[in-house]
């Protein structure tokens, strides 16, 4: 079972619509989460930062954690075409500097007109 | 806004040949990182670095992999012969010692490594 999995999609939304995304973890050491968004051949960049159970919710960005299932998602309200991009969970098992973050797949969304 | 500076933005090698990829973290970060990518897979961890030490490697950080802090603002990682599969993108990253988010990794745009 890999570590982290996340569907590949695409994902193809109208403009406007809600993006939900999601990943799931086997590691039960994980407590620390993250969404990145992944523009073709750049670097990540980090959207939200989670550790614990519960909603986060940041302009139009919501991610909410379950950690008794494993569970992590992200949701995007009123999505434009300038979200069209790869959407990248991570996740470490400690908060402090230094813990390696291990990543999903991604998930590739487009947010058409 | 600060950034995580990479360069080469693309780096072409023939396979065997040594090949240096640059970074500059942000200024104030202590903690620094190699991650890479290959093409359609996940972005993997190799290594991290802080006061001059590796901290942790990953199974795919061989011999073959070095980094080095050779000054006060750039980090570097050295692939001594380059193989064919160690052409993927390659992404540095860093992140502050203290602060309430210790562990927020900031990414670099990356450099494609290809080795023909």
């Known amino acids: 079972q890999k570590e982290v999995e996340q569907d590949p999609g695409p994902l193809s939304v109208p403009e406007g619509a809600i993006v939900s995304l999601n990943c799931t973890y086997s590691?039960?050491?994980?407590?620390?989460f993250m969404w990145y968004r992944q523009y073709s051949r750049k670097g990540p960049e980090l959207l939200m930062y989670t550790y614990s159970s519960g909603n986060k919710e940041d302009g139009r960005f919501t991610a909410q954690v379950d950690k008794s299932s494993k569970y992590i998602s992200l949701f995007i309200r009123d999505s434009q075409p300038s979200d069209s991009a790869t959407y990248l969970c991570?996740?470490?098992?400690?908060?402090?500097?230094?813990?390696?973050?291990?990543f999903g797949g991604g998930t590739r969304v487009l947010v058409k007109p | 806004e600060p950034e995580v500076t990479q360069t080469p933005s693309h780096q072409v090698t023939q396979m065997g040949q040594e090949v240096i990829l640059r970074c500059v973290p942000i200024?104030?970060?202590?903690?620094f990182y190699w991650y890479r990518q290959i093409l359609g897979q996940k972005v993997e961890f190799l290594v991290s670095?802080?006061?001059?030490?590796?901290?942790?490697k990953s199974e795919i950080f061989d011999d073959q992999f070095s980094v080095e802090r050779p000054d006060g603002s750039n980090f570097t990682l050295k692939i001594r012969s380059t193989k064919l599969e160690d052409s993927a993108m390659y992404f540095c990253a860093s992140s502050e010692w203290t602060g309430t988010a210790k562990n927020i990794q900031y990414f670099g745009a990356g450099t494609r490594l290809s080795v023909l």
């Open positions: 200024s104030n970060h202590l903690y």
């Open positions: 991570a996740m470490s098992v400690g908060e402090a500097a230094g813990n390696k973050l291990t």
């Open positions: 590691n039960s050491a994980f407590q620390y």
């Open positions: 670095f802080y006061n001059n030490e590796i901290s942790e």
